[in-house]
């Protein structure tokens, strides 16, 4: 399945950190931003803001610009991959689809 742009945007902002040795907690205090959430952006569950993005990548000291093109560099490298295990529609086997019982239409 093709990645999510919140994936991998959190994945460049995690790598950022960690490459900087900084803790969570630090980014967190410094952006202004809760722990949790921070951490949520970082997992690529939260759509982060342009504003939060905006506050991360100051705390980080990282141009906005240059996590975008972080961003599209890896986008570009998992496009490039072919990805065999996805199913052609691309839906995840762990999601439940609740399809209504058929009701009888009354005619008149």
Known sequence: M???LREVLGDVLRRARITQGRTLRQVSDTARVSLGYLSEVERGRKEASSELLSAICHALDVPLSQ???DASEQLERQESTPNTTASAANIDASTKV???PVVAMAVA
């Open 2 to 4: 093709p990645a999510l």
């Open 67 to 69: 996590l975008l093109v």
């Open 98 to 100: 609740v399809i209504p």
